[in-house]
Nanobody, 115 residues
Framework: QVQLVESGGGSVQAGGSLRLSCVASGRFFSIIGMGWYRQAPGKERELVAVKSDGSTTYARSVKGRFTISRDNAKNTVYLQMNSLKPEDTAVYYC??????????WGQGTQVTVSS
């Protein structure tokens, strides 16, 4: 079992930056991929950035503005978000996929970008 706890959300003006953190506890060694998803009101949850098996994938809407990184020593994955836009407003969720194929989700952290 893996538990995920996100932090770092908040409110910021357009053009600002935030860094989200997600700390994993439990069977961290079993995690083969970690990433960030987001869900805006009235919309489906969507992929933001994923880091898995040495490869990194970004949503087209955030490429060049967001950076995902992983610190295995701290069991933590980060999402550095720069040049934020109002359309980035959403609840951001951390996701971890274990070698068994099981996926775990964090509780989510709110990001609000005002124009």
């Amino acid at each position: 079992q893996v538990q995920l706890v996100e932090s770092g959300g908040g409110s910021v003006q357009a053009g600002g930056s935030l860094r989200l953190s997600c700390v994993a506890s439990g069977r961290f060694f079993s995690i083969i991929g970690m990433g960030w998803y987001r869900q805006a009101p009235g919309k489906e949850r969507e992929l933001v950035a994923v880091k898995s098996d040495g490869s990194t994938t970004y949503a087209r809407s955030v490429k060049g503005r967001f950076t995902i990184s992983r610190d295995n020593a701290k069991n933590t994955v980060y999402l550095q978000m720069n040049s934020l836009k109002p359309e980035d407003t959403a609840v951001y969720y951390c996701n971890a996929v274990q070698s068994s194929g099981r996926a775990q989700w964090g509780q989510g952290t709110q990001v609000t970008v005002s124009s």
